[in-house]
């Protein structure tokens, strides 16, 4: 009993001792501006009309039109240049040890959780999106990548034993994985922070080096996280060009994507734009990830728990105003629950509250961060109450005159498949519903459509919700859950169809940032050498054929006998070959 109490004590001093030793890590200190600083701007308006001079990309907070300044348009020279020194600072990177690339990514995880107001307020006012939604989508799931990485990076980018198969029994075979040297990362504006340190925090686990060129209509916000990088870098032992940002336009992305000493490019957008970049990468052969556009189904049962899966739907559709790659953008919703679903989100969407992220009242909805996008959401929703749609909330343009790119919450009833909204990603607060009698319907208006992202299905019973989500076109499914399956960053992120091919995120994305290389050694060199035998060494003896073939019925064939007449066979071969050919000679005569 004694031993017993005495053990019990030691475990759980050591669990304590675990939970308390934390390995120091340093903190650095990053210069902040008065514009990342304050909550409220008293800058000039901007003004969408005037056109920005040559070299320039105008910045400005599209909840407030406040102007932010100016970034360089960079030309196609100055990205090949950054490429080429971050091929350089590759080199020296491929050779550090994961414990330095541990350190340069607690570094960045400490820096982000000491600092997570400033972040957010940067990535809100450079692309709209409240403060909250900058929490969700900016800092926390990024935090848990970085995690991820720390406690299973090593494991997975360490070499791997692989067998080395029946006739190689005496042989060891195994993967490597070797860092790609340089990644080209294209990424959009809806999260200007995950979106440069998503790809960032793997990529230099790896070994890498990598250039982000980032969204012409989210570059503001990169002074920050260009300094940040900057000072982690040289807190960690790194060089200095390890990680380079580009701003610019097409010029700089195509520079990017044809530059030979790019290794593999990750690019996120549209399709439209995916299809440019496989072209152009093709000219070069480099390897492309697409991460492409989402038309998220929704499905939603009539058993399913509505005061459980109406918050989903709600933040599946206005997180961030829906601009969002795995956005709830069709809910298809079974006719017995359909009347109380509708009644239960326009209750909730009519309380919204739409508004600039920064310098005022608490809002739930910010502002639409592309210029003109809300002229096309309304052409959508136009489209949808033409075809006999109708919006139960929201689905106008704000007043002329309003301050800001704003479009309402909408909620839309009575949609049919044939809607260009059921179509066409939408990329904005629009939530339309779709009455559908079965589950079988709803599988098959969730699967008639040019994407396959992401996917939710809800019901009370789980076996059904994955009877459903297993039919489902999709790259990612999530079981009475929405976008679950990011925050797991253990799962692979990416789509099928329009929405692109391979993947980034878990195992398969942090492996995908390098390329497998296959061993193949003695397993006891100083026991046992590979020779050929010497009747396949050239000039090859006349048995050579009969031997092979034997060899092969050896290893490979399903009976005793079969292996007894392949030992004869070999044995023949060595001692008397000859009688080997007069047989094969007189069987054929006959």
Known sequence: TLAMYGSGLAAI???VWKVLLVEPVPRIKVEVTELEASECLDTPIHDPSVKPPKGEIP??????????????????????????????AQKVWAKSSFQQRRKLLKILQRYILDNQELICRVAARDSGKPMVDAAFGEVLVTCEKIKWILNNGEKYLKPETRQSGYMMMHKVARVEYKPVGVMGCIVPWNYPFHNVFNPLVANVFAGNAIVIKVSEYAS???????????AALEAAGAPADLVQIVTGYGEAGNALVTSPNVSKVVFVGSTAVGRKVMEAAAANLTPVVLELGGKDPFIVC?????????????????????QNCTGAERFIVHEKMYDRFVEAAVKQVKQMRVGAALGGDFVDCGAICMPDHAVRLQALVDDALAKGAKALTGGALPPKGTVGQFYPPTVLVDVTPDMRLMKEEVFGPILPVVKV???????????????????????????????IGDQLEAGMTSLNDFAATYMSQALPFGGVKDSGFDRFAGVEGLRGCCHPKAVCEDRLPWLMKTNIPPLLQYPVSDAAFDFVAALCKLFYGFSVSDRLSALKTMAQCFLLPSSLRKSATKEKGS
């Open 437 to 467: 009698q079965s589950d079988e319907e709803a599988v098959a208006i969730a699967n008639d459509c040019d994407f396959g992202l992401g996917s939710s299905v809800f019901s009370r019973s789980q076996a059904r919700a994955r009877r």
């Open 13 to 15: 001093g050591l669990f």
């Open 302 to 322: 009539e058993d399913a728990d509505l005061n459980q899966l109406l918050p989903f739907a709600m933040r599946g559709t206005f997180q961030s105003m829906g």
């Open 220 to 230: 503001w916000s990169t002074n920050l996280y260009g300094r940040i990088i900057a």
């Open 59 to 88: 910045c400005y907070d599209p909840g407030t039109m406040r102007s932010l300044g100016t970034m360089p348009a960079m030309t196609a020279d100055q990205v090949r240049a950054k490429v080429d020194r971050a091929k350089e």
